[in-house]
């Protein structure tokens, strides 16, 4: 049986993901180096020729030669000097020439006394070139030859067959490739290794499963803050209604206990009044609320009575808004002036939820706008429990819904749209029958 994609463990998504990576770097490497390895050999080809002839130009038995009139007898000196030096160098072909580009010497001794077939410069210069001749595409450089009055009296031209750099390039080849190879196998262990931590972790489970245990870690975390903080409120405000009930003031300890039973009870009357109430927000709220009370943050809730139920399981959409909310309540406590307010409302299309959530912080910068979405960026020092979490879980969800995550300014909100259960269901599984 193949297993399908969403079954494939998250380390042998990370294992794929970084042999591939590997494989590519491997890749380019190889590349970069046979590009460099070809334009190595051909600079040096080029540097051989020109050092050659020069030195050949210099050579007093070319000059001499060169010198006299008569072009079969510097042929006769000439000819088996320049094989020589062929024979002995890295050198296809010399050529020596007359002033005038008659061949004194040639690998070819039929095409003695032959024009030569190169470039020759309109003055006494050095010219490298790439030429065909009548021994194929050679790289060549050709430089005069002056006698002891610095008078031109011929040319040497010295050249390298391109087949003979290429077969250079072919013998330097198998290291580039080599390279390669070791960083295709570095890469390859370093992806052994980071499947067999991911497994360590997350054991088999497939990607999705990992990201809903985040989601669920993260949703567990801010629903316990959120708890521990209103039992925390609510404790102290039982402390002080028993202090007053015991120094006979009864009237100022009930009057604590009513202010605390409205304010939860507008919240629960606000959440209950929803067309399609979820406990689990609800529930989160409360605590939040608390929780913003004791950081010293103004809260404030508006949830409309027909703001839809939200597509999200229970524990995604208390991650969404338990984090957008500790975003917040972060970014409040730290402004002079502390506030925060949640909004759930119904699109404007009519099909779907919208949270916002927004505080009186100092907002948040355009260049990391996008970055703070990133697993593991964070603007705050880490704590125990880590940064850089929250909010990449939050896209990661939203997005996962066919939902969108927007930053707005002038107060910084957070707002989340997700689409409505049909449609969500439209997305992904395509047109109900």
Do not use: C
Request: no cysteine.
């Amino acid at each position: 049986m193949v297993r399908s994609e969403r079954s494939r463990s998250a380390a042998s998504h990370v294992f794929v993901v970084l042999l591939v990576a590997a494989v590519l770097v491997g890749a380019i490497a190889a590349a970069i180096l046979a590009l460099q390895t070809q334009r190595s050999s051909r600079a040096e080809a080029e540097q051989l020729t020109r050092a050659l002839a020069q030195s050949l130009a210099d050579s007093p038995s070319v000059i001499e030669a060169l010198d006299g009139a008569d072009a079969d007898a510097a042929s006769a000196a000439l000819q088996p000097y320049a094989t020589a030096v062929v024979e002995h160098s890295a050198l296809d072909f010399i050529t020596v020439m007359t002033s005038t580009g008659v061949r004194v010497t040639h690998p070819d001794p039929a095409r003695l006394g032959e024009q030569y077939l190169g470039t020759i410069p309109a003055t006494p210069t050095t010219l490298t070139e790439e030429f065909t001749g009548t021994l194929g595409a050679s790289i060549r450089t050709i430089t005069p030859v002056a006698n002891a009055a610095g008078e031109s009296v011929g040319w040497v031209a010295a050249g390298v067959t391109v087949e003979s750099v290429a077969e250079s390039f072919l013998g330097r080849l198998p290291s580039a490739v080599a390279i390669a190879a070791l960083i295709i196998a570095a890469g390859s262990l370093g992806a052994f290794l980071a499947r067999r931590y991911t497994r360590r972790i997350a054991g088999d489970l497939p990607a999705g499963r990992v990201r809903d245990a985040v989601a669920s870690y993260e949703s567990v975390r801010t629903l316990g803050e959120a708890l521990r903080a209103q039992t925390h409120e609510h404790g102290n405000r039982m402390h002080t209604a028993i202090a007053l009930l015991e120094l006979g003031r009864t009237r100022e300890a009930i009057d604590i206990l009513a202010e605390t039973s409205q304010q939860s009870q507008s919240l629960v009357d606000q959440v209950t009044a929803r067309r399609d109430g979820d406990p689990t927000v609800g529930a989160l709220l409360l605590g939040k609320a608390s929780q913003a009370k004791e950081s010293g943050v103004e809260w404030s809730a508006d949830i409309a009575p027909d703001a839809p139920r939200s597509v999200l399981a229970p524990m995604d959409s208390i991650a969404v808004l338990g984090n957008l909310i500790d975003n917040a309540l972060d970014a409040a406590a730290a402004a002079p002036v502390r506030w925060l307010r949640v909004v759930l409302r119904s699109a404007s299309n009519g099909g779907g939820l919208v949270l916002e959530v927004s505080d009186s912080g100092a907002g948040v910068p355009a260049a990391v706008r996008e970055q703070i979405f990133q697993h593991g960026f964070s603007t705050k020092p880490a704590g125990a429990e880590g940064r850089g979490v929250g909010l990449a879980l939050v896209r990661s969800i939203v997005n996962e819904a066919g939902g969108t995550v927007e930053i707005l300014d002038e107060p910084t909100t957070f707002r989340v749209t997700l689409p409505g259960a049909r449609a969500s269901r439209a997305e992904t599984k395509g047109p109900l029958p």
